[in-house]
């Protein structure tokens, strides 16, 4: 029977829902090992992962709030229940309008259960931000998206997170990867999972990323001397990740798998074989 994978209340492009098993399969931690996840996103890999000791970690400061306001019981899951019945019943009744007046809410106030209703009424349930680093994904137009069945899905998600944090030790931090990276210099047991965006896949302000980063992230790699795992893409039906033989030679590539992403540049559109590449 295939394993049960728990879907978290954030959704974000590149999530890595299907490659959670294979990941799993690969890693092996002890009660004492420190998860360090620098480019968190919507953290489903860790939360599947369930490691006793987390650093959550992204530059998205909004990701972060929203795990932040869980820990600290600003959200609850009755909080979201009411929250989304009451928002959902208006948007339900003035579509757009209300979408776009809960956008611009947020973009002043950006409270964690606004940015909630936006990820889960935004076109493709993306997250993207401006260079003012404002939200600005348009509506993605489904008036009744709030059904109760939903609901219920949204508030199961934000219950699971809950129970964690009462069992767990995790943190959840904005900041770089080179600081969640530092973390290794201090603590003997880690295991690092890297998911940095791809290289030409910029698609938001927080999420800008180049060769330049790429080998930084290498040299933090490369120079701790805990284990690591990198998710990166192999090939797509046009080129192959030249960083995979150069950048990352140093690595054992596991396994590739295929997904079919969205989005406007080639890269995103196609069939792209992922790979996991480890130092162990
Ligand atoms: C591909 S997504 C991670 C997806 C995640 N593994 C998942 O399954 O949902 C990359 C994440 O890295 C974050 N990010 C981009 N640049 C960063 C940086 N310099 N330091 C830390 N996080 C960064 C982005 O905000 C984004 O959430």
Redesign the pocket.
């Known amino acids: 029977m295939s394993e049960k994978i728990f879907v978290?209340p954030i959704?974000?492009?590149?999530?890595?829902?299907k490659?959670v098993p294979l990941i799993k399969q690969n890693i092996s931690l002890s009660k004492n090992t420190l998860w360090l996840?620098?480019?968190?996103?919507?953290?489903?890999?860790g939360f599947n992962v369930r490691p006793e000791r987390a650093v959550f970690?992204?530059?998205?400061p909004h990701?972060i709030n929203f795990y932040n306001a869980i820990k600290t019981g600003k959200i609850t899951s009755d909080i979201v229940r009411v929250f989304l019945y009451e928002q959902g019943r208006t948007l339900a009744q003035d579509g757009e309008n209300f979408y776009y007046y809960v956008r611009e809410r947020f973009n002043n106030y950006h409270e964690p259960l606004d940015f909630l209703f936006l990820n889960r009424s935004c076109f493709n349930g993306m997250?993207r931000f401006n260079r003012e680093y404002n939200f600005n994904v348009p509506y993605g137009h489904k008036p009744q998206r709030f059904s109760r069945a939903y609901i219920t899905k949204i508030i199961n998600q934000v219950k699971y997170i809950e129970d964690c944090l009462r069992v767990y030790d995790w943190e959840f931090i904005c900041?770089?990867?080179?600081t969640?990276l530092a973390i290794t210099e201090t603590q003997e047991d880690t295991f690092t999972?890297c998911?940095?965006?791809?290289i030409g896949r910029h698609v938001?302000y927080?999420?800008?990323?180049d060769e330049c980063?790429e080998e930084k992230l290498r040299c933090l790699l490369y120079e701790a001397q805990n284990k690591f795992m990198l998710?990166t893409w192999c090939s797509n039906q046009y080129r192959e990740n030249k960083y995979i033989n150069t950048i990352w030679s140093f690595c054992r590539k596991i396994k590739h798998e295929h997904f079919y992403h969205v989005g406007a540049k080639e890269i995103n559109r196609h069939p792209v074989i992922e790979a996991l590449l480890v130092n162990y």
Do not use: H, R
């Open positions: 978290p959704k974000i492009q590149g999530i890595k829902t490659l996840e620098p480019f968190m996103g919507s953290g489903v890999v970690a992204d530059i998205n990701i997250i900041q770089p990867f080179e969640t999972y998911d940095p965006p791809y938001d927080y999420d800008s990323w980063s998710s």
